[in-house]
């Protein structure tokens, strides 16, 4: 028994071992710089050209044949202008617009579902020709119960739904990108540090010029592939998270 304890040992430390550098690969650097940053407040992004971060891909939408652009000499007004004067909407990379982030969902669903079916079956012959009047001898040789077999299923399931959110805010987006039909990609970011914390906004989708309003604003709901995100990081955010060591058990363990 000894022998078997001392072989499985070493097995046991490479497990050990593969977990936790699994546990390693799993933090990253993001480990590092959190040691680094003890007793600091957590620092602010630097301000970069979306455009340039790893991972942007430029959005490719289905677009509409393009329209033969149409100009009427001697006249003031432009086709498809909406004023005589220059709209100061954004419409064109670079220009920004505030988006207002108004965010309220409530979901109540409840379902209860209840099936069962049970089924017997019984077939044979229990008199073969008379089978009854020739004896116990020749009852045994002769077919009696070919097939006898019953079954029970039920099943019952239950779930609920009660899901209330809700964010209200705003913050400026920038136009990173010009559909060839005039949609504009915008995406926008905000920080805001309080002591040792920080509270993130991301805001990105594709916008209508039609429905920027005339104070350059427009609301989180017309914002087509909506990409919303609210969340924060620091001490705080630090606490609510579980360890690496437990997010790479949770991951592992098949109960």
Known sequence: MSTFSSAFRPRRIAISALLLATCALASGCSSIDR??????????????????????????????K?????????????????????????HQVGDILTVAVNITDKANIENDTQRSRTNKEDSGITDFIGAKTLGAQAQKVLPGRILTADSTASSEGKGSVDRKEALQTNVAAVVTQ??????????????????YEIRELIVAGIVRPEDIQSDNTIDSTKIAQARIAYGGRGQIMDVQQPRYGQQVMDVLLPF
């Open 35 to 64: 040691l680094s940053q003890i007793g600091e407040q957590p620092k602010l992004s630097a301000i970069d050209n979306p455009t340039t971060q790893p991972g942007y891909k430029p959005v490719q939408m289905p677009m509409p």
């Open 178 to 195: 010009v559909l060839p039909n005039g949609n504009l990609v915008v995406e926008g970011k905000q920080e805001i540090r309080v002591n």
């Open 66 to 90: 393009p329209e033969v652009a149409s100009y009427n000499p001697n006249s003031l007004w432009r086709s498809g202008s909406r004023a005589f004067f220059k709209d100061q909407r954004a």
